[in-house]
């Protein structure tokens, strides 16, 4: 922590201080940002290559109409009307809001309870339990995935006794979330635990001797200050299920009636360029989602700009 | 055998092709696109890049690298289905990295034809073979002399059933869809609801295009040649009779809607939950590979009728091989495309029938008593060719749209909506028809 912050302001005092002229102030400084280019240059050149041109290509894209039979045509913004008129992409947009709404803070408290937990234990059962947290994360999406689709069968299943079935319409969606909490939270409890684990001891004993109980610890003291790696883990919380694809695409063939090519507003833009070669509306409706995503996170980052330290 | 001659025939053909093409050429230009080119000379082996994902093609590929000198199949196992096409699409567009040949299944021929990417076979001797297909075979893959594919395989319907739940509960093997239906209600009630009639997966287009063809259905009027104009009629008065009676039998408990291709469907057809199960010519080496539970259970009748004593059949599935304007000796690829599972090839036809289960569509092999007396323990030691082959011969002709994704995408998810929220099937087909004529028109069509 302390290297961290001292070494931005140490290595300018090294040039600075023998206070010669305005010129070779100016060559140092200069050589400095020359310096910094070329650090940055490989993410850089990265960034540009692989982020920012795809990214105008498909911008580009986005403003042509292409049809089976008269082929690509400009068209300027027709696609994005077209998105925002459609009622499947706004069906899949409410969806995802909905989904997010619900599992942020389920996910968040969940992560949040685990991490405090550990935290405040250090017995050999806290070390297996945060590892045990945290194993779900390390398996790949679609392997977790296609693992829960058998666990949600009603023939080989082993809930199949409850007579429920996940992948109806009215289920599926708490399904869905279920592996979502399953995949993350154990991610963002070592997040918060990381935070928790960088805050100083002494707090703690100084609230003790004021007579605080180690719930009032945990929720007063503990909680607030890491308030900005809460901020960061739901941020990222409500991105992800925003561009929500991977599990609803994997559980599809189960039943496509409830999880519809619709589903959600990437499952839909998948399909339009990958089955119906509509790359151009596909685009359209990526930039218009980035859009959405783009926006939520900027009012969630304002809401919590006091307690994020992220601005 | 084909192989001895095929080089001689190689020769004589591409001189007379590169005459035609010629002669083409100076009559009409560079009308019809990149198809014309004027066959180049070879030299040494030619390599025909292949793409493919028939279960053991890999025999079927050596088995023909090692008769030919001078050519040589490089196979590709490009994904199954929508994986290869989608990286088919993006080939074609982009100029290259598409095959020379390449496994389209029927439904999806005019969805390439129109991209104008597929080379006319029949500029290269595709309608010598013509007669080896039943009727409406050939023109799944042909307009008029113009050839896009040559048939491989094909997914004639018939009605598995089992035979010991048929025994268990005195059923009688349906004729008629009523009939179908009665039995039904007789296994509900004889079973305690334990075991459905069958299942109806709303996840398969062909599946339920199969049903609409036996029905008389003709969901849309499409002709290659005439590539800006379609028809579509895919809320039918035949097709809506079809949904009626599914309809009717998952709404009584007759019939299920589990998924197909899913753990809990084959673990259906393995138990006892499925009595029947309304199977393409594909279907036994299918259901044998995933849900053999029930092996030597199981036997094969006629599709049940709508109308009594008649024979109206359907098809559900199928393939073919065509050829791609990326393909640098058009002649060869074509050849290629012809004679991998040609009428004469039966040494990949015993790999295709034996070990991947294929369908053939080349009568000469489907008729042969290698076929039809073949037996399967599957079965019970009965022969089912002789029930899938009379079906196969009497499959009436059906256009495919050239937008097949958005075709069955429409099918599949406004009836699985429908089976979910337990609304009307047939609104379910009025609501497909409204979206795909929209669609249509948006992608420039003549919708009629």
């Not at chain 1, 390390?138 to 809930?159: C, E, H, N, Q, R």
């Not at chain 1, 935070?195 to 007579?211: K, M, N, V, W």
């Not at chain 2, 290869?84 to 439904?107: I, S």
């Amino acid at each position: 922590m302390t290297e961290v912050q001292t070494s931005p302001t140490a290595a300018p005092a090294a040039v600075g201080p023998s206070g010669g002229t305005a010129g070779t102030r100016r060559a140092a400084r200069l050589k400095e940002a020359a310096t910094g280019w070329l650090f940055v240059l490989p993410f850089a050149v990265l960034l540009i290559a692989f982020l920012l041109l795809p990214m105008a290509y498909a911008f580009k894209i986005s403003l042509y109409r292409s049809t089976l039979i008269e082929g690509e045509v400009f068209a300027w913004f027709d696609n994005y009307k077209q998105a925002i008129d459609d009622p499947l992409v706004r069906e899949g947009v409410v969806r995802v809001l909905v989904f997010g709404l619900i599992q942020t803070p389920v996910m968040i408290v969940l992560a949040l309870v685990a991490a405090l937990l550990i935290d405040a234990a250090t017995s050999r059962f806290s070390r297996f339990f945060r590892l045990a947290a945290f194993v779900p994360y390390a398996v790949p999406v679609v392997i977790g995935t296609l693992m829960w689709g058998f666990l949600y069968s009603d023939s080989v299943g082993p809930f199949a006794w409850t007579g429920i079935d996940f992948t109806s319409t009215g289920t599926v969606l708490a399904s869905l979330g279920n592996i979502v909490t399953w995949q993350w939270a154990g991610y963002n409890m070592i997040v918060l635990y990381a935070a928790l684990q960088g805050l100083p001891r002494e707090t703690y004993e100084s609230a003790r001797i004021d007579g605080a109980s180690e719930v009032q610890i945990a929720l007063r003291i503990k909680t607030p200050m890491i308030g900005s790696a809460l901020v960061l883990a739901t941020l990222f919380t409500i991105m992800g299920t925003l561009q929500f694809f991977t599990e609803p695409l994997i559980l599809q063939p189960l039943n496509p009636g409830a999880i519809t090519t619709h589903y959600t507003p990437n499952i839909y833009a998948y399909q339009q360029a990958f089955s119906f070669q509509q790359y151009n509306y596909s685009a359209a409706i990526s930039f218009l989602l980035g859009a959405v995503v783009f926006v939520g996170s900027y009012i969630f980052l304002f809401a919590t700009r006091k307690r994020s330290a992220l601005q | 055998m084909n192989i001895g001659n095929f080089s001689a025939r190689r020769v004589s053909r591409r001189s007379v092709v590169a005459a035609v093409a010629a002669t083409a050429l100076a009559l009409t230009g560079c009308s019809s696109g990149g198809d014309d080119k004027p066959a180049e000379k070879p030299t040494g082996t030619v390599t025909v890049k292949v793409w493919a994902w028939y279960p053991e093609f890999k025999a079927v590929v050596d088995q023909f690298n090692a008769t030919h000198t001078d050519v040589k199949i490089e196979w590709t196992n490009a994904g199954t289905g929508q994986d290869q096409y989608t990286k088919l699409q993006t080939a074609l567009k982009a100029g290259k990295g598409a095959p020379d040949v390449v496994m389209l299944e029927l439904q999806e021929i005019p969805t390439f034809a129109l991209t104008k990417h597929l080379v006319d076979l029949g500029k290269y001797g595709a309608n010598d073979v013509k007669g080896d297909y039943a009727g409406w075979a050939w023109s799944q893959v042909s307009s008029g002399d113009q050839v896009y594919a040559i048939p491989v395989d094909a997914g004639p319907m018939a009605m598995m059933y089992r035979d010991d739940i048929f025994k268990k509960y005195n059923l009688t093997v349906p004729t008629t869809w009523d009939e179908y239906k009665a039995q039904a209600e007789k296994l509900k009630t004889a079973s305690g609801g334990k075991s459905f009639m069958t299942d109806f997966g709303a996840n398969d287009g062909g599946f339920m295009t199969g049903l609409f063809w036996q029905a008389g259905a003709k969901p849309y009027a499409y002709d290659i040649a005439n590539p800006s104009s379609i028809g579509v009629n895919v809320n039918s008065a035949e097709a809506k009779k079809v949904f009626e009676y599914w309809e009717g039998m998952v709404g009584n408990g007759l019939a299920d809607t589990t998924a197909f291709h899913t753990t809990d469907f084959y673990n259906g057809l393995g138990s006892e939950k499925y009595a029947t199960y309304l199977a393409a010519g594909w279907g036994p080496g299918y259901i044998q590979a995933n849900a053999g539970g029930a092996a030597g259970k199981w036997k094969v009748a006629p599709l049940p009728q709508w109308t009594a004593g008649a024979n109206a059949q359907g098809d559900w599935g199928g393939s073919s091989f065509a050829v791609t304007d990326q393909a640098k000796y058009p002649d060869i690829a074509a050849k290629v495309a012809i004679e991998i599972f040609g009428a004469k090839n039966s040494e990949a036809w015993k790999i295709g029938i034996d070990k991947a289960f294929l369908f053939p569509t080349v009568t000469p092999v489907l008729e042969a008593d290698t076929f039809t007396g073949k037996t399967y323990d599957f079965f019970g030691g009965q022969k089912v060719n002789e029930v899938f082959v009379p079906a196969y011969s009497a499959i009436g002709e059906l256009d495919w749209s050239p937008f097949n994704s958005y075709n069955f995408n429409q099918l599949t998810t406004n009836l699985g909506q429908a089976i979910e929220k337990k609304t009307s099937w047939t609104a379910a087909l009025d609501t497909a028809q409204e979206n795909i004529k929209t669609y249509a028109t948006q992608q420039g069509f003549k919708v009629q």
